[in-house]
């Protein structure tokens, strides 16, 4: 047998070393009297297994002594409690220890002032504990009061508002329940209710065009000749780039819920609707963003449900404006948004006018998803309630509060800071935070409203179309 560090010394090596019973630096002659104090590892040689585990001393005194001729003090009970007594429970508590013998040791006002530092670290520890123990209990609370307000609302919604819901719905009453947010078991279906269904979709129309893309799928999947592409309608290239484009977009929606990429739950879903509105609406097509839009509606409404609702939704003016791109459009709602926005945070505007920081930096973005992307998922959804609410108004009132909240800090900023920090908006933004900048934003300039206002860009703009050296031509 070896050691593990060094060769053993010959005179030292003996028949017995064979004999049963091993310990970490080799096998030795098993001892009658051991000391029973001290355990050593021992291997049955029958089993092979260890048949006991503890070793303060590898080696037991007597061949301790025998192999390097020192004489091995052991340490009393009274010098061990002692040592147990002074050991650090953490490394805060390194600061009382002595320093060691090779070192001067501590002055007395060196180890009261150690003592007084230690006592001030463990008073903050506490104060810190009792700081966190406040905050979850403040949290808790606030939470137990909004599960219960939110079972009182669904009561309220259940009973009172939705069996009566044209009559009840743009009352005071209804509007303030339905500013503080909706219930997530109604939600779905008053979406549906205030959105409508003004293109009168039926959920047989929505297996139509389920069945039309399925068909296209199943082709381009296929090897087939560009006269078969043509019969379908449309080209190979292009269903190749629309199918890839909401392949692609369905992987990046919601990455981190998880349930809309490949092999979730309600990844085929929301390739279906999307596939089913990219047949309904060839005009539009599918346009990066929509995913967000439709796993939105998918999360609170049934499948047919949540298509009809997709493409009511995306057939509202600035929906429609965003999602054809229509330049001129977008520039109108641009312009709208830039009189408020100098209204009621003026020195915010002229810090982003001194840097030529247009809206569509930021705004396009966030009406494109509808903030479903850009803020916690729950969050974006009570920005829905609202939005289904007031409509296309209360998207720009959404944005002012935003730049509210966040005025003191973009104000410090440059363009490439801002750009970066409206694009990728804090994870910690509440509800709570946003919604009273939110409801401090006041839509009205020159006692003019959104819609006015807007309505008067758009006379305006006409005007100006009338009268250029094209039209006249």
Request: charged residues 25%; aromatic residues 10%; hydrophobic residues 40%.
């Amino acid at each position: 047998s070896r050691n593990f560090f060094s060769k053993r010394s010959k005179d030292l090596k003996s028949p017995a070393a064979s004999a049963p019973g091993w310990k970490l630096f080799g096998k030795v002659p098993p001892r009658e009297n051991s000391q029973k104090d001290c355990k050593i590892i021992q291997q049955d040689d029958s089993s092979g297994s260890l048949s006991s585990v503890s070793t303060p001393n590898l080696l037991n005194t007597g061949e301790y002594e025998a192999r390097t001729g020192r004489t091995c003090k052991v340490p009393t009970q009274s010098t061990r409690r002692k040592k147990y007594e002074i050991e650090p429970l953490s490394t805060t508590a390194l600061i009382l220890e002595d320093r060691p013998a090779n070192l001067p040791a501590k002055s007395v006002h060196e180890t009261l002032r150690h003592r007084q530092e230690y006592d001030e670290m463990v008073a903050e520890a506490k104060k810190r504990e009792v700081k966190e123990a406040q905050r979850r209990k403040k949290l808790m609370k606030e939470r137990f009061k909004q599960e219960e307000n939110i079972a009182s609302a669904m009561v309220i919604w259940n009973s009172e508002i939705l069996p009566n819901w044209d009559a009840m719905r743009n009352t005071r009453k209804v509007r303030d329940l339905w500013w503080q947010g909706l219930p997530p078991s109604v939600r779905g279906k008053v979406w549906s209710l205030a959105i409508g269904n003004e293109l009168n979709i039926t959920p047989e129309l929505y297996e139509i065009f389920l069945s039309r893309a399925k068909e296209r799928w199943k082709s381009f999947s296929e090897t087939t000749s560009e006269n078969e592409s043509e019969d379908a309608g449309v080209s190979l290239a292009d269903r190749e780039a629309s199918l890839e484009l909401i392949k692609l977009d369905i992987s990046r929606t919601f990455p981190s819920l998880y349930i809309f990429q490949k092999g979730g739950p309600y990844h085929d879903l929301l390739h279906s609707v999307l596939g089913a509105y990219t047949c309904y609406r060839p005009d539009v097509g599918y346009v990066q963003g929509m995913s967000f839009i439709a796993a939105v509606l998918i999360l609170n409404l049934e499948e047919a449900d949540a298509f009809i609702a997709f493409a009511n939704l995306l057939n509202k003016p600035c929906q429609l404006a965003f999602f054809r791109v229509d330049h001129s459009m977008m520039l109108k709602y641009f312009a709208a948004f830039e009189v408020f926005f100098e209204e009621n945070l003026p020195k915010l505007f002229l810090h982003f006018n001194s840097y030529s920081l247009t809206p569509d930096l930021y705004l396009i973005d966030w009406i494109f998803t509808l903030y479903s992307k850009s803020l916690p998922l729950d969050l974006a959804c009570r920005v829905w309630d609202v939005f289904c609410r007031d409509g296309e108004e209360f998207l720009f009132r959404t944005a002012l509060g935003i730049l509210r909240l966040y005025e003191d800090i973009l104000l410090q900023m440059d363009f490439i800071h801002i750009a970066q920090f409206l694009t990728k908006l804090p994870e910690d933004i509440t509800s709570e935070k946003l919604f009273s900048c939110i409801a401090a934003i006041q839509m009205q300039n020159s006692n003019k409203k959104w819609t006015q206002v807007f309505t008067s860009l758009m006379k305006d703009y006409k005007e100006g179309d009338k009268n250029s050296p094209a039209s006249k031509t």
